[in-house]
């Protein structure tokens, strides 16, 4: 497999770019034409997705470089329409590659289906029913996917929770404990729930309401680690270490206060669900259970640490909630998504969380760096100009000559764009 690591990537001619990348992943021409824009979603595909369709959306999809994760190099395509996301995720991997890249795992794919039960005469009795009929609804459960409990899966455990005191008064919270191997494992669950509803009615004496799966899935953790050198962290005048202790520092800013964990935890989100969208998982999912996750301590704060080692390194580690699949739901109805998860080369939904945290990591440490230093705008208002150029309806070489303008005289909104435009081209003999 060749290295990650490419020097001038973005200067590359786009389809020199694409020629790389298809043949790093075995591409075929129907692939490649996939990522053209040639093929892909159809109107008909879509028509089949969702309701009510009238045409289709797309964003731009780019690979991020430079990633290492445990041992071996990837290519992550993303799927956003921001700029700078994609290269501070390459930019902030080959800072770890400096320290042998991203070391990541996850837990097993188990996800939280709740059973929600109202009118309990007893809840402590019904919880203690709930205990001893456990076999009985975990066998169940396993009814409901045959093929899942044959791949490894099924259900796992039986929690009963009590909720003494809700706006509705006292109800039961059963939690069915559910291995979903490598789906996302919604429709799985849902139906696991649907399946146990009326045992659970009869066996509690109570009237069942919700049954649904849980959002937080923390039962399905991913986490990434990296370890930085400090003398990999300098640049224009800024000394390593200080640029160590500056992320450090701002980091611990959003572990302290929520107004700024919010900010924070946006950034990692940004390389997360970009990675979400292109390989099409459910990335609403993904933010719920992530903000939720944060805020599990009864404040809301930042899901990842910074520190430094003993030996001056940058430590950084992530930890969050991913219930991500390889089968099923869009990434194999979506022609592209199933393109996108070829190039990273994932064989299992752990496999592509452990990658995903990687990325969410990596973005994390571009931004604090940013922060630390030079402050946000600089690189990202460079990259932010290409699309108010584009916006002012700048188009072949007038979009580099407009955004460069804007950058050089600091100056990058709408407006600007469009005067500097007409002045081109007057001077060009245009219209």
Request: glycine share 10%; charged share 20%; aromatic share 4%.
């Amino acid at each position: 497999m060749p290295s990650s690591r490419v020097s001038g990537f973005y200067n590359w001619p786009l389809q020199e770019r694409l020629e790389w990348v298809a043949q790093w992943a075995g591409l075929t021409e129907e692939e490649t034409a996939v990522l053209q824009g040639e093929a892909g979603l159809s109107a008909e595909q879509a028509d089949r997705m969702i309701e009510n369709v009238v045409g289709r959306y797309a964003l731009p999809l780019g690979i991020a470089l430079n990633f290492q994760v445990n041992g071996r190099d990837v290519l992550v395509p993303m799927a956003i329409e921001e700029p700078s996301v994609v290269a501070g995720a390459s930019f902030a991997a080959r800072l770890a590659r400096e320290g042998g890249g991203f070391r990541a795992g996850a837990t097993p794919p188990e996800m939280i289906g709740q059973i929600q039960v109202l009118d309990v005469p007893d809840v402590a009795a019904a919880a203690a029913a709930l205990v001893t009929e456990r076999d009985r609804l975990l066998a169940a459960a396993d009814e409901v996917d045959p093929v899942l409990r044959r791949l490894g899966g099924g259900a796992r455990d039986l929690i009963g929770r009590v909720l003494p005191e809700t706006p509705a008064g006292p109800m039961l919270v059963v939690h069915l404990i559910y291995d979903v191997r490598d789906a996302m494992g919604a429709n799985a669950v849902n139906t696991a729930c649907e399946r146990l509803a009326p045992l659970i009615a009869e066996i509690t004496g109570g009237r069942v309401g919700l049954r649904i799966l849980s959002n937080l899935a923390d039962r399905r953790v991913a986490w990434a680690e990296c370890s930085i050198p400090a003398a990999a962290l300098s640049f224009d005048g800024f000394a390593g270490e200080r640029v160590a202790q500056g992320i450090v520092e701002a980091w611990a800013f959003a572990a302290a206060d929520p107004y700024r964990a919010a900010t924070h935890n946006k950034g990692i989100l940004n390389g997360i669900d970009a990675v979400a969208l292109a390989t099409g998982q459910d990335w609403r999912a993904i933010e719920a259970g992530a903000h939720a996750y944060a805020a599990r301590s009864g404040q809301y704060t930042s899901l990842s640490t910074w520190s430094l080692d003993g030996k001056g390194n940058l430590v950084g580690r992530l930890e969050l909630p991913l219930a991500v699949g390889t089968v099923g739901g869009a990434t194999r109805a979506h022609p592209t998504a199933r393109v996108a998860l070829k190039i990273l080369g994932v064989q299992t939904a752990q496999e592509l969380a452990e990658i995903m945290a990687a990325v969410g990591l990596a973005q994390n440490l571009a931004a604090l760096r940013a922060l630390a230093t030079e402050g946000i705008q600089k690189g990202h208002m460079a990259l932010h100009a290409r699309q108010v150029a584009l916006a002012a309806g700048a188009v072949g070489e007038e979009i580099e000559e407009v955004a460069r303008q804007m950058v050089t005289e600091g100056v990058v909104r709408p407006d600007r764009a469009e005067e500097i435009l007409k002045t081109y081209r007057k001077e060009r003999g245009g219209n």
